[in-house]
């Protein structure tokens, strides 16, 4: 297993979160009841994806040699019902969407181009999210 996150919340939507060394806020916007004091939960997930994502570019780029100066990536995220969604097993509930958008800086050939875009669905947390998840919740006293 991996070092726990740890998160403490106080009467308010305002999280405070604890990952190894760092520590970052949680919030909702004020549309929703929140301060706005740092991104939302769903927010950090697609930052996780979209870090993810750069990391995996990165890591075989490197491996590879190919000339990747950078990766530039925006994630957006939505939600639809199941069922109005032409291309998915599921018929029942929300299908929850990522969208990430991918440029890649340098002087690469097509060829190159096209390897390492293949190889960004690959990175770890885009599989977690594409997999099924199981979430055990224990109540402590």
């Keep these: 297993m991996t070092t726990p996150v740890m998160l403490h919340a106080r009467g308010s939507f305002r999280t ?21 004091e740092g991104p939302t939960p769903y927010d950090m997930l697609a930052s996780a994806l979209g870090g993810c994502t750069v990391m995996t570019l990165h890591f075989y780029a490197k491996r590879e040699q190919l000339p990747l100066e950078g990766v530039d990536v925006k994630v957006t995220h939505d939600r639809q019902y199941a069922k109005d969604c032409a291309d998915c097993a599921t018929q029942s509930g929300y299908i929850h969407r990522f969208r990430v958008e991918i ?5 690469l ?33």
């Design 103 to 107: 440029a890649l800086l340098g002087p």
């Design 16 to 36: 405070e979160v604890e990952a190894g060394p760092h520590r970052f806020v949680l919030d909702e916007p004020p549309e929703a009841g929140g301060g706005g």
């Design 109 to 141: 050939t097509e060829e190159q181009r096209q390897k390492l875009f293949s190889v960004a669905a690959r990175c770890p947390v885009a599989k977690t999210l594409s997999s099924e998840i199981k979430v055990d919740e224990i109540l402590l006293s």
